[in-house]
């Protein structure tokens, strides 16, 4: 295990009715808000109206931008830098989904930042200030309501860049699993493939003795396995819709991977996909992380049997390890499948004219990944064989 330093001060409010809370929460760091929404289902299901409701009673002054794309768009998020920079704004709240919270980390950011924000994506500076961020989550999936990541697409240079700052880490986070009864069925299934692969980058590393990271990691894989036909099947199942957000939040908080070193490859490679096609970025996962595990394996197998066997109960008698771990990979295609996944590219129409583009955009002239280190040519063969 390698050194660590860990601490994340998000406080969570978990539960039924827990929006009741949210002006005791917003008051502490001012009065006047921007909020932030997505296309419209907060108005829809009324989370937006018993939001406001709180806050009005509390005397704050609110503000609001709403048409936060999926993978939300830098020319919106401009907007929003604009109103709390005009407004004075004093704390954001996002409500809403991943996409929602990472356009509103990347708000808070700009809003107090002379410069472009996209400056911090491109890594031409430094995020040294952020206004503070409050969230209601909607959707499990990103993790974004306890962590400091953002990612967002410039659809002008078609890039789809990530950011991580302790500055954007959320001051509170409302998690009601009842918010979550009316999400899409496809935007369930993609949540779950995106809890899913947030484990997969952490837990396929060649960090040694790390049993408890790895536990951490294979529980909640299980936790979110045996819950997902369940809340696809009744999606008001309120115990199965709490694990699975639950194990969202947890799935990408900093505590799995401590000590360890990370890969998140496979995440650069369907950033760079979506960015050209557009697409739903569970949806490209589901795609390309078995590949990625087959492509990879014979660089730590024993990590990929480890997998087979915990968390797919994989049975090893009179088996090789190559076989134990190509089986371990072909259940997690086999349930990603079952739950309603894309597997191939061209489930969303997308060919090989652009695969040497896309390659080029995943490694931005070098390489990515550390279980193995993949280069451009590399990622060019993971794409063809997901087509």
């Known amino acids: 295990?390698?050194?660590?330093?860990?601490?994340?001060?998000?406080?969570?409010?978990?539960?039924?009715?827990?929006?009741?809370?949210?002006?005791?929460?917003?008051?502490?760091?001012?009065?006047?808000?921007?909020?932030?929404?997505?296309?419209?289902?907060?108005?829809?299901?009324?989370?937006?109206?018993?939001?406001?409701?709180?806050?009005?009673?509390?005397?704050?002054?609110?503000?609001?931008?709403?048409?936060?794309?999926?993978?939300?768009?830098?020319?919106?998020?401009?907007?929003?830098?604009?109103?709390?920079?005009?407004?004075?704004?004093?704390?954001?709240?996002?409500?809403?989904?991943?996409?929602?919270?990472?356009?509103?980390?990347?708000?808070?950011?700009?809003?107090?930042?002379?410069?472009?924000?996209?400056?911090?994506?491109?890594?031409?500076?430094?995020?040294?200030?952020?206004?503070?961020?409050?969230?209601?989550?909607?959707?499990?999936?990103?993790?974004?309501?306890?962590?400091?990541?953002?990612?967002?697409?410039?659809?002008?240079?078609?890039?789809?860049?990530?950011?991580?700052?302790?500055?954007?880490?959320?001051?509170?986070?409302?998690?009601?699993?009842?918010?979550?009864?009316?999400?899409?069925?496809?935007?369930?299934?993609?949540?779950?493939?995106?809890?899913?692969?947030?484990?997969?980058?952490?837990?396929?590393?060649?960090?040694?003795?790390?049993?408890?990271?790895?536990?951490?990691?294979?529980?909640?894989?299980?936790t979110v396995i045996e819950n997902a036909t369940k809340v696809i099947d009744n999606p008001k199942n309120y115990d199965a819709r709490a694990n699975i957000l639950l194990s969202s939040t947890f799935a990408l908080n900093g505590l799995i991977n401590i000590g360890k070193t990370t890969d998140w490859a496979t995440h650069a490679i369907e950033h760079a996909v979506s960015a050209v096609y557009d697409i739903p970025h569970g949806g490209g996962l589901a795609i390309l992380f078995p590949h990625w595990m087959a492509y990879v394996m014979d660089n730590g197998i024993e990590k990929f049997v480890t997998f087979a066997v915990n968390v797919w109960n994989v049975e090893t008698e009179g088996k090789t390890d190559k076989e134990i771990a190509l089986e371990g990979i072909t259940k997690t295609r086999e349930f990603f499948n079952r739950i309603g996944a894309p597997s191939q590219l061209k489930n969303y129409n997308i060919g090989s004219e652009r695969i040497e583009e896309m390659a080029e955009k995943a490694v931005r002239g070098g390489t990515i990944g550390s279980y193995k280190r993949l280069t451009k040519e590399d990622v060019i063969k993971i794409l063809q064989e997901s087509l």
């Not at 954001?92 to 991943?98: E, N």
């Open 1 to 222: 295990m390698e050194n660590f330093e860990f601490h994340n001060p998000t406080k969570l409010l978990f539960g039924k009715g827990e929006i009741e809370k949210i002006a005791n929460e917003i008051v502490r760091y001012g009065n006047k808000i921007l909020i932030v929404t997505g296309g419209g289902s907060v108005k829809k299901i009324g989370i937006l109206d018993q939001a406001i409701v709180h806050l009005e009673a509390s005397g704050c002054t609110w503000f609001h931008l709403e048409g936060i794309e999926p993978n939300p768009r830098l020319t919106t998020i401009q907007k929003g830098i604009e109103i709390c920079k005009r407004e004075g704004i004093e704390i954001v709240l996002a409500i809403g989904g991943g996409s929602v919270i990472d356009a509103s980390k990347a708000i808070c950011a700009g809003a107090m930042y002379d410069g472009d924000v996209w400056d911090f994506y491109t890594r031409k500076s430094t995020i040294r200030s952020a206004l503070p961020l409050g969230t209601v989550l909607t959707l499990a999936a990103t993790g974004s309501e306890m962590n400091g990541n953002s990612v967002v697409t410039n659809w002008e240079t078609q890039e789809k860049l990530a950011v991580g700052s302790n500055k954007l880490l959320p001051k509170f986070s409302i998690l009601d699993p009842t918010y979550t009864y009316s999400v899409p069925k496809d935007h369930t299934v993609y949540g779950i493939v995106d809890i899913m692969s947030h484990v997969f980058e952490q837990y396929f590393s060649h960090t040694s003795h790390t049993p408890l990271q790895d536990r951490f990691s294979e529980a909640i894989l299980k």
